[in-house]
Structures are given as structure tokens and as C-alpha cells.
């Protein structure tokens, strides 16, 4: 069975720092992985996905993930924080054709200015 | 185009009543997901539907909950009788593919059950 563990239910970063959310899985099988964010009354948005090929994704609003398989991470990243990046960062697997997504439990992101 | 929509957005209602919660996925898109997160756990998947067939339900509960996709457009999510422990935001979320690369969630239903 898969499933993902993210480091840190609360991260707290300064405005203009680096942001890093932790991700870790376990799959038998070639994973699919997703990073999503929440913002405040919304729905979840696709921040990046890594499928195949390279291993460093890039998505929307600077943010970026590197998949690495020999230690089963897909930590997400951005050179520097805005306080428009306070919200809640979900990681997820599949194995792409199961097609339902696992989830971790979530990352709350605070920018402090 | 228009997005996901779940209605209603909030719903409180008394432990052993009824509730139906309702999405609207992206038109054309045949993939439809339900998903819950109850409070400060993961989100959990609950079912998928393609068209108007369960693909999968393994993440269903139990047998008080029932969800039906009428003509393979919206879906809705019936909870008889709800019990405290139900209480929690339910995502539906919908695809034109599979493999959730090209999900697009709703903004999710907060059903409190007292």
C-alpha cells in the first residue's frame, strides 16, 4: 500500500526566506507524486506533478520539487517566500493507473513578514 | 470554463438526520472523485466514478454512506443516518483522464455533525 509522510504539520518561514516542505512516500510500484495547496475557502490546487522524466518539477508561483527515488522524498521548494504563500501544502501519490490519489497530512505554511 | 462546484458549502446538522451533498464536476469530464478529511487527519479517498459507474468505492466507510452519479453528470453524496465522527470537509473532485494528473477539485463541503 502507498502512503506519504510530511515532515511538520506547521512550518514557519520569514517573508523573502526559503520555503521547504518535506515529503516522504513509499510505493511499490514507479509512483506518480503531487504537491497541492489549499489557500483559505478554496479548493485544492495543483501546485506540480512528477510522472516521468526529469526529476526536478517545476509549477506555478516559483515553487518546485525534486523526485528523488533512492530516498523516496519529493521535498517542494521556493527560493523565497511571499506572504501570498500562507496556506496549506498537501503531498499525494498514485501509481498512475490505480487513479485515486493518497495524501499526506498536510503542511500548514505561516510567512511572517 | 467553469470549475468544480460543491453545494452546499457549509451544512451543520443533528447526529441521526439525513444530509446529501452535491457536486458538479467540469463538464465533459467522465472521471468524478469523492474524498474526505476529517479533522486533522489526511484526506482520505471515498469513491470514483466513471460516467455513471462506481469505479472504485474501496474507500467508502460503511453502508450509511451512498453515492449515485445520475447520467454520468453530477454526483451526489448521501450520509443516513450521520453519526459525530462524519463530521469533516468532503472534496469531489473531477478528471477527463485517470492517474490524477489532471484533477480539479471543488472547494469542498464542511459538514459538522452535532
Known amino acids: 500500500a502507498q502512503s506519504v509522510t510530511q515532515l511538520g504539520s506547521h512550518v514557519s518561514v520569514s517573508e523573502g526566506a526559503l520555503v521547504l516542505l518535506r515529503c516522504n512516500y513509499s510505493?511499490?510500484?514507479?509512483?506518480?507524486l503531487f504537491w497541492y495547496v489549499q489557500y483559505p475557502n478554496q479548493g485544492l490546487q495543483l501546485l506540480l506533478k512528477y510522472t516521468t522524466g526529469a526529476t526536478l518539477v517545476k509549477g506555478i508561483n516559483g515553487f518546485e520539487a525534486e523526485f528523488k527515488k533512492s530516498e523516496t522524498s519529493f521535498h517542494l521548494t521556493k527560493p523565497s517566500a511571499h506572504m501570498s504563500d500562507a496556506a496549506e501544502y498537501f503531498c499525494a501519490v498514485s501509481d498512475g493507473g490505480a487513479q485515486k490519489l493518497v495524501f499526506g497530512q498536510g503542511t500548514r505554511l505561516t510567512i511572517n513578514p | 470554463e467553469a470549475g468544480v462546484t460543491q453545494f452546499p458549502s457549509h451544512s451543520v446538522i443533528e447526529k441521526g438526520q439525513t444530509v446529501t451533498l452535491r457536486c458538479d464536476p467540469i463538464s465533459g469530464h467522465d472521471n468524478l472523485y469523492w474524498y474526505r478529511r476529517v479533522m486533522g487527519k489526511e484526506i482520505k479517498f471515498l469513491l470514483h466514478?466513471?460516467?455513471?459507474?462506481?469505479?472504485?468505492e474501496s474507500g467508502m466507510p460503511n453502508n450509511r454512506f451512498l453515492a449515485e452519479r445520475t447520467g454520468g453528470t453530477y454526483s451526489t453524496l448521501k450520509v443516513q443516518p450521520a453519526e459525530l465522527e462524519d463530521s469533516g470537509v468532503y472534496f469531489c473532485a473531477s478528471s477527463l483522464g485517470s492517474g490524477g494528473y489532471g484533477y480539479t477539485f471543488g472547494s469542498g463541503t464542511r459538514l459538522t455533525v452535532v
Open positions: 510505493s511499490s510500484v514507479p509512483p506518480y
Open positions: 466514478f466513471v460516467k455513471e459507474s462506481k469505479q472504485d
